[in-house]
Every structure is written in C-alpha cells, then in structure tokens.
C-alpha cells in the first residue's frame, strides 16, 4: 500500500509558470503526497503562498527547490522510491495502478515544458493519465486518487487553524486555533 | 449513467487566466466532455488552440464564451442537465457521486475567482474533491474519472488525425491521416 509520496516537479520558470506550479503543489499537498520538490527556478513567493496554506489547513507538507532533477531522481530512487512518471506517452493508468499499489514509497514526476529523454529512461514507469493533452495537474489528482484508491480524500491534516464542515449549500468553516 | 457532460467554467480573465483555463478546457475535453462553456472574458486565443487539439486528437468537443453565467445555469438546467458545482465547502464527492451517476446528463461548475453565492443556489449539488484548498483543474479531472467510473480513460475520439500507442517507454505516436 502507498504511504509515502513524493512529488518532483521537472521544471518551473518564475512569474510564467507561478500559477500551475502553485496549483500542482496544492494538489500534491491535498491528495495525500508529504513534500514537492521544484526542479527548476527557485521561486520564494510559491514558496510562501504553499506554506501559508501548510499553516492555515495544516500538514505535515514540505516544499522545496532542487537545481538538477537527475540528482534528485536518483537520490529519491537510493531512498527506496519507485519513480514513476506521469506522460500521454506511457502506459495506460488504468492498466498500471494495480501494479505500482504495491509500492511503499512512490515519487510522481510531472513536466512543465518538454521532457528530457533521461527522464523517461530513469523512471521506473512511464504512466499516461489517458492519451490525451490536458494538464500535468489533472494527471497528477486523478493518479494520486488512483493509487490510494480513493482514501486521501478523508485524509487528516495536523495542526491545522480551520477545517471545512462539507454542507449542501453554503460555506462552513470551524476554527481549530 | 452519465453520457452527456458540459463543462461550465466561471470566470475568464484574458492573457491572465490562459493557462488554467486552457487547462480545464483540455481536461473537460480528455475526461469525456462534450463540450465547455466558458462565461467570462471572450478569448480567441484559447479557442483557438483547443481547437487545435480537437482537429490534432480528435472529438467531438466545442468551446464557446458566454457572458451571463447565471443564464447559461438556467438554460442548461432547462435542457435537464443536473448542475453540480465544484466547491470546496460541498459535500464530500465519494458520498455525493452515487446518486450524481444516475443522472445522463450532467453539468459541471468549476470557479476561478470567488463565485457568487447565486452558483451554489442554482447548483443541484454542491461538491467538494476533498475538503482542502487546491485546483479547479483538479477537481474537474478527479470528478469526471469518479462519476464516468473510470471509463472515460479510454474513450475514443472521432476525426482524430493521429493517437498515441501507450507505451512502457520513450514514445510512439500514430498518424490516422
């Protein structure tokens, strides 16, 4: 069963890319992945709107930036993670996700611009979230629910200052802090 | 079962909202919409370029611009969609997507800046993917692979001029025209 998530973010160029960065990491955060870390532009104001996020509606979630993604790839690949990266080019999730279930520690890549061939060639799967064009961020939550089947969504998070009451209609939000 | 999907985008901010709309346009498109009704800025630009994919990948898919979204909530409920909006502050999407799978038509609701309190009364559920602040890229794919039961991922496109043969490594890509 997964229990341990990494996150590796291939590529990030500050001011253009703030935006869909910002929001792969929130998704890493929300699905039940414990750190990101950003291969690319060392961008302090992601960092700061993340971990304001982290402080309001808790953790644990760690964001960090990493220069070289080959380094860190195998690093995380010593570490014990199964690397698998997220491309239309790759197998099929459907088909994949029974197999990398039972992996521990899994590390998700997702691209930003083109992809190294390298990264293809370290990864341990190469996994298409169908074989379509959409968003890395898509790939990422619907592959993220995959592998957990579905129990990051009831995931609890640890010294948070609000959580949300689900309602039918309307806001409700409860103060923990 | 749901077979018909439209996809409602709340606001639309040109050159600034490019990408994250371009976003949720190409997930609606992958994850088994029909079509995308973006109520905000009209933007030829991103037109344009779904358009490209639809002719690239195939469909059918169409995006248009409206100006009024609470008109388009009201004529999409009178042609018997059932319009779900996807909130934070909904209830829970594994107790909500049961009952949201009866219906054949549906009409999703992803915001982008803050949505008036208007959408969360006209919608007929009000969803949340997870309870934690994220993206509406997101919770529109993990949405669409929950209530379509994951068939969606492998839908065929018609008219495609080419499509990809999964594969476990590097990438191969096959003309259809």
């Known amino acids: 069963m997964v229990s341990d998530i990494v996150v590796l973010r291939y590529g990030h160029r500050t001011v253009r890319d703030y935006r869909v960065t910002s929001h792969c990491a929130l998704v890493a955060r929300a699905f039940g992945a414990g750190a990101i870390v950003i291969c ?3 961008d302090p104001e992601i960092k700061k709107s993340v971990d304001a996020v982290t402080t ?6 760690r964001i960090r930036f990493a220069e070289q993604w080959k380094k860190e790839m195998e690093k995380l690949k010593k570490k014990g993670y199964t690397l698998v990266h997220l491309t239309m080019y790759g ?4 088909k994949a996700e029974g197999e990398i279930r039972k992996h521990k520690k899994v590390c ?4 930003s611009q083109k992809v ?3 990264v293809y060639e370290l990864a341990d799967y190469n996994v298409g979230v169908t ?9 990422l939550a619907v592959f993220l629910d995959r592998i957990q089947a ?3 969504l009831s995931k609890g998070f640890k010294g ?8 039918k209609r309307g806001k409700s939000v409860i103060a923990l802090k």
């Open 91 to 94: 197998s099929a999730v459907e």
């Open 108 to 111: 998700v890549i997702i691209g």
């Open 116 to 118: 190294a061939r390298g």
């Open 131 to 139: 074989q379509q064009p959409h968003s890395e961020i898509a790939a």
């Open 40 to 42: 690319g532009a060392k």
């Open 56 to 61: 309001r509606w808790g953790g644990p979630f």
């Open 150 to 152: 579905g129990k990051e």
């Open 160 to 167: 948070a200052e609000r959580k949300i009451a689900p309602k």
